[in-house]
């Protein structure tokens, strides 16, 4: 079921189609290239582009280039790749630097009808004049420059004759407003930086808040949905709109954004732990990063599911984090191999198992979808068990291997831990068990029962591998205010990386291949560190969760 439940924007395009006020349903989503997508910019996607599907509209991909010094084609590439990634295409990409042109010839408009301004204050100046909430601001000196001088001074800003900051281009709105964003907004700033599309042709750039009215109005944008810091801004979307005398009248609405528990989404902060080297990448498994998750092995259904899940509204809230793991394994449950892996390992010798002798046991794929069939597994005397599934002086109520103790190898037999080897440091570094042939396991036995099933691989073909284990790389990630100096609340321990062994039949895995290992979690084939002589798996996720949707 692709169609999302109601919600107050649906009830607004419903009610706009039905009134005639919109013929079609055009949405954008207006990505800035200035770094990776992120979970929270998933949210926008899945309600830009479901939104447009359902009422059979469309949706462009507009990249909000307005702002050369931070922005790349490498982010622009890996933007359009996670869009396509979770399942959507759009209908036109466009640039707003494909506008500067119309842009600049709007705000010559402006000008005329004496809409705008050059002013000469600087950034300083105009925040110490822009008044408060309870103060109107000041006029600029500035404020009645001639439509004539402001057309000269406006045409030479963009031919260059003044440097970065020495001029801007206000819009002549009302410095008295209750609404702060409404005194006299810049709408042009000098920038004299190489732009990744349009090089070194303009040296003015314009405003996000002048920018994006004008290429939703061209692009006949219907409905320019947008997240709730921006509602402030809505009466001078409109005017910018009203003022250039646009053909189209776009709308703007606002919904709060997603935030999840322990994740921290802004772009500044992500693209400084992959600059610090706290992580190896946009794309590390620990990134919030659409790319990220992809590689940690999240699923584009998943996060599509997830987002359906959160929903659409005005009311600031935060999303526990657990539940976006919960659409993970919802999806792999029933799709994923269910095989063993090892990842602390320790030797087991089963001294009355024949030497040399390897049987092949069968082993089912899913036993929760039979459909998924059986594979065959070897077993022989040597084999590998979890380190943590044996202890020497257990507590009560440890029904796993120690001396003494019968447990169930799954899919195999029962062994019965008879001795402990150890190093010369005291290690505990084999153990020596039997099995009862009797207890294979599909034989029916019945005559005991044990407490406890483990895990294991069988020793001579085992493949060695390497597990990413994950914990969230803040610490009171939540408080992205906090005084604490952002690279001091990194946890240390975000990543564990262990050395173990998995199943022989693993040997074709193939990058983002998802498996479950028994008892440990959902794993993904890392697709960057994987190749020929090295498995590296990422754990998506364990396998229990407290919570539920
Ligand atoms: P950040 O603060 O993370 O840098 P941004 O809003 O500056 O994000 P943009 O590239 O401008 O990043 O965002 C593109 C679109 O994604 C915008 O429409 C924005 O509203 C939306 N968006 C960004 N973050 C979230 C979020 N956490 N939840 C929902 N939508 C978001
Ligand atoms: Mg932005
Ligand atoms: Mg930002």
Redesign the pocket.
Known sequence: NKTSSSNFIKTIVEADLKAGKVSEIVTR???????Y?????A???C??FELADEYKGKTNLRF?DTNPLKEDTEYVDAIQEDVRWLGFEWDDLRFASDYFEEMYNRAVLLIKKGKAYVCDLSAEQMRETRGTLTEPGQDSPHRNRSVEENLDLFARMRAGEFKDGEKVLRAKIDMGSPNITLRDPVLYRISHTHHHRTGDAWCIYPMYDYAHPLGDAIEGISHS???L??EDHRPLYDWVVAECEMDAEPHQYE?????LTNTI????Y?KMLVDEGVVDAWDDPRMPTVSGLRRKGFTPEAIRAFCREIGVSRAYSVVDERMLEHFIREDLKLKALRTMAVIKPLKVVITNYPEGQVEMLDAENNAENEAMGVRQIPFSREIYIEQDDFMENPPSKYFRLFPGNEVRLKHAYFITCQEVIKDAEGRVVELRCTYDPETKSGSGFTGRKVKGTIHWVEASQAIPAEFRLFEPLLLDAEDEDDDKPFLERINPNSMEVLEGFVEPNMKDAEGNDKFQFFRHGYFNVDPKLSGQDRIVFNRIVSLKSSFDV
């Not at 997508?37 to 910019?41: A, N, R, T």
């Open positions: 989503f207006p990505p800035e290239p200035n770094g997508l992120h979970i929270g910019h949210k926008s996607i309600l830009n909000d949905i947008c997240t810091e921006f919904f709060a954004r997603l935030n989404m802004s772009k500044r992500l």
